[in-house]
């Protein structure tokens, strides 16, 4: 069954087709990493898909319905979440602080939810399974600017995960992070849950085989591979696309 689907979708920069016709299905469970040379469009279709920018044609539809034309906060709410982004963490809150708030705006509860000792015990729980789910209870309390980077990076997966998501995306979730930390991005992405589909937007490729069993290659906009984590090296177009980019850059810098 397909859960998320787009279709052929498209947007245009001026005369540049950014995203020429792109179409992806995503079923629960599903893990599909998507990735391509700078410049290919991933962080336009990112954006098409969650409501930030407006498509020039095609659809996208969630669990059934169309959701093309739907505003990006009601994208979030009917499932459809894009992990946060560090810059948008406050340093002086702690993980704990900043899951809590992420169930209240998503409960819708936040100022009705003082004096309800219950309501108030069920949040504190959920905090607790979201931060170990992602391997950061032992961080709760500490300020974020005290964690490492890596570990900020995991939050920002664990507030999309306290909006409950049906599709989950992750925007490049090593990028930035040392060597040393990426294996705990790769235990903690290996924690979500089956059900979950996931589309990882990656330039690690050690993450990308990984975590994906699905890996669509964009180049100029345009999807030129879709298929098995194994074949994606072998493919020549894939191979010219990449080469072509380093080339590229070679002769810009
Ligand atoms: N707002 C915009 N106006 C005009 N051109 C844009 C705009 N946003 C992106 N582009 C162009 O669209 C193309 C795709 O950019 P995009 O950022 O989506 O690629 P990307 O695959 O995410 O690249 P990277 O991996 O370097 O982040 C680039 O040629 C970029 O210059």
Do not use: C
């Not at 009601?74 to 810059?87: D, I, N």
Request: no cysteine; charged share 20%.
């Amino acid at each position: 069954m397909s859960l998320f689907e787009v279709k052929n979708l498209r947007k245009n920069f001026g005369g540049l087709a950014v995203t020429n016709d792109v179409s992806l299905s995503l079923a629960p469970g599903d893990r599909l990493a998507l990735i391509g040379p700078n410049g290919a469009g991933k962080t336009t279709f990112v954006n098409l898909v969650t409501g930030h920018l407006k498509p020039d044609g095609g659809s996208i539809t969630l669990a059934g319905e169309d959701i093309t034309g739907v505003k990006a906060m009601q994208r979030v709410q009917r499932g459809l979440v894009r992990s946060f982004q560090v810059t948008r963490l406050f340093a002086d809150m702690t993980p704990q602080e900043h899951v809590a708030l992420a169930i209240l705006q998503r409960d819708g509860k936040s100022t009705r939810m003082f004096g309800r000792h219950d309501a108030m015990r069920q949040v504190v729980e959920e905090v607790g399974d979201i931060l170990n789910l992602l391997g950061l209870s032992e961080l709760a309390h500490l300020k974020v600017r005290e964690i490492a980077y890596g570990q900020q990076r995991l939050l920002e997966i664990a507030l999309a995960m306290a909006l409950r998501p049906k599709v989950l995306l992750l925007d490049e979730p090593a990028a930035g992070v040392p060597q040393a930390e990426t294996a705990r991005i790769e235990r903690a992405l290996d924690m979500l849950p089956p059900d979950l589909a996931v589309l990882m937007i990656e330039h690690d490729m050690d993450l990308v085989f990984r975590f994906a069993k699905r890996v669509m290659v964009l180049a100029a906009g345009t999807v030129i591979f879709d298929g098995s984590p194994q074949d994606v090296t072998q493919d020549v177009a894939v191979r010219e696309a990449y080469l072509g980019s380093y080339a590229n850059a070679g002769s810009a810098a």
